[in-house]
């Protein structure tokens, strides 16, 4: 059981818009700790996504945007592409557990 | 542009000891935090443990509860290497561990390593 809750799985047809709900409590995203979001096409490494809720490293394309609200996050993909097909994790940090903690992931699939 | 390569994973027997090493380009190593994350397929990414950077007055490292007293992070700046050290394994411990760049999130990360432990 995550600390994160993630769905399991979202898709949606080339050139949609799908988002991804990172559902956390008072002591992670709530008591006003960042969220990030992380890429991990298959068979390869995480790569950083979305660093502090709505920033993109140099490299990630626009499509990509993060935002927060209370105790949640959410990772929208636009223009949805079959390159995004992949699994996403949030993660933030936990004060009572005092240590970083993740979503459980989300599987998108490109109809 | 960042390196980060992982060696040292492989098959161990409950109880045994590891020693993981990743090396480091491309980026001032030593002013660097760097940790260890895990993933398995059961449990999906975890944070095991961070080290801190020479901008520290002094070198510290914090673990997850789980690993506390058995793994053990350490650097040697001269070299751009990290270090886990994991002893008493449990089959628990079974994953890909990643070196990665950071302590709040993680910026850079390396291919990783596979650990199995297993009888």
């Known amino acids: 059981q995550s600390v994160l809750t993630q769905p399991p799985s979202v898709s949606g047809a080339p050139g949609q818009r799908v988002t991804i709900s990172c559902t956390g409590s008072?002591?992670?995203?709530?008591?006003?700790?960042?969220v990030h979001w992380y890429q991990q096409l298959p068979g390869t490494a995480p790569r950083l996504l979305i660093y502090?809720?709505?920033n993109r490293p140099s490299g990630v394309p626009d499509r990509f945007s993060g935002s927060k609200s209370g105790t949640s996050a959410s990772l929208a993909i636009t223009g949805l592409q079959a390159e995004d097909e992949a699994d996403y994790y949030c993660?933030?940090?936990?004060?009572?557990?005092?240590?970083?903690?993740f979503g459980g992931g989300t599987k998108v699939t490109v109809l | 542009q960042v390196q980060l390569v992982e060696s040292g994973g492989g098959l161990v027997k409950p109880g045994g000891s590891l020693r993981l090493s990743c090396t480091a380009s491309?980026?001032?190593?030593?002013?660097?935090?760097m940790s260890w994350v895990r993933q398995t397929p059961g449990k999906g990414l975890e944070w095991v443990a961070f080290?801190?950077?020479?901008?520290?007055?002094?070198?510290?490292?914090e673990y997850v509860e789980s690993v506390k007293g058995r793994f053990s992070i350490s650097r040697d700046n001269a070299k751009n290497s990290l270090f886990l050290h994991m002893n008493s394994l449990t089959v628990e411990d079974t994953a890909v561990y990643y070196c990665?760049?950071?302590?709040?999130?993680?910026?850079?990360w390396g291919q990783g390593s596979l650990v199995t432990v297993s009888s």
């Open positions: 990665v760049t950071g302590q709040l999130f993680f910026e850079d």
């Open positions: 491309g980026f001032t190593f030593s002013d660097s935090y």
């Open positions: 080290i801190s950077g020479s901008s520290s007055y002094t070198e510290y490292a």
């Open positions: 008072s002591s992670n995203i709530g008591g006003g700790y960042d």
């Open positions: 502090g809720n709505v």
């Open positions: 993660q933030s940090s936990d004060s009572s557990l005092r240590r970083v903690v």
